[in-house]
């Protein structure tokens, strides 16, 4: 079995397991890499900023024409997965944002405001890169 975990997107999901609301148990730290393991398939509320780019990327910029939730298979089963697939088209994330998570994966930083990063502990993760779309990582004020 192979999980296509598809574009990182600027929260660094895969397979919308987005960042944790800062609230309740969560207020002051997110969960632990180890709690966030923990999680099954499940209904989610997407994060503000999936939902904004879903609407930049997939609904012509109405927001108001995307779902608020997915339903989602959760790390439990993406660990069950003998190969965990990452594409990188350039269009969905940003160069800064490309490098950052195959960095923490490649030296093991795992935090579950950055849910890619959790991936540093599966035993077989690809990233495929469309070279067109890497981009630089450069300071630009508009």
Known sequence: MRCDAGWTRDVKHWAFNDPFKREGKYKDAPPT???????STRVVNLHPVTCMQNAR???????????????TVGPVQTWMAEKV????????DNPFGQRLTAFMI??????SSVPMSLLADHPNVQFNYYRGGIGVCETEMH
Do not use: C, N, Y
Request: hydrophobic share 40%; aromatic share 6%; net charge positive.
């Open 85 to 92: 697939s990452i594409w990188q088209a350039g269009t969905h």
């Open 106 to 111: 490649s030296k093991r930083i795992m935090d």
């Open 57 to 71: 990327t997939s609904a012509g910029g109405v927001v108001t024409g995307v779902p608020m939730q997915a339903l």
């Open 33 to 39: 890499p180890a709690e966030f393991r923990k999680l």
